[in-house]
Nanobody
Framework: EVQLVESGGGLVQPGGSLTLSCAAS????????MSWVRQAPGKELEWISY????????RYADSVKGRFISSRDNTKNTVYLQMNNLEPEDTAVYYC????????????????????WGQGTQVTVSS
């Protein structure tokens, strides 16, 4: 069974940090790029990060650039999202997703660009 399972969400104060993990199974993880997307209540899906299969290429949305870092360990079939200097605007459900293509999606903010989704993990930034 193809599966992505996120963990690491929670409540954090503004300026704090969290690291999300996403464990993959059921497919050859090391062949595929991975992304993180998020959705806040009442808002559209927002793409936030991309990491190539070998981790040589990473991309970030402007809203998180300089604060979030994506990494992966292909020996553990796991991708990570380190989130620093968190802001209330970062409050959302975060999803680990597998792109349908081997390269950066043409429309990274579209649900149709991804064919495997995790269950999501809630991140709440509040004092």
């Amino acid at each position: 069974e193809v599966q992505l399972v996120e963990s690491g969400g929670g409540l954090v104060q503004p300026g704090g940090s969290l690291t999300l993990s996403c464990a993959a199974s059921g497919f050859t993880f090391s062949r595929w790029a991975m992304s993180w997307v998020r959705q806040a209540p009442g808002k559209e899906l927002e793409w936030i990060s991309y990491i190539s299969n070998g981790a040589l290429t990473t991309r970030y949305a402007d809203s998180v650039k300089g604060r979030f870092i994506s990494s992966r360990d292909n020996t553990k079939n796991t991708v990570y999202l380190q989130m620093n200097n968190l802001e209330p605007e970062d409050t959302a459900v975060y999803y680990c997703v597998k792109p349908k293509t081997f390269y950066f999606p043409d429309f990274p903010g579209e649900r149709s660009s991804y064919d495997v989704w995790g269950q999501g993990t809630q991140v709440t930034v509040s004092s």
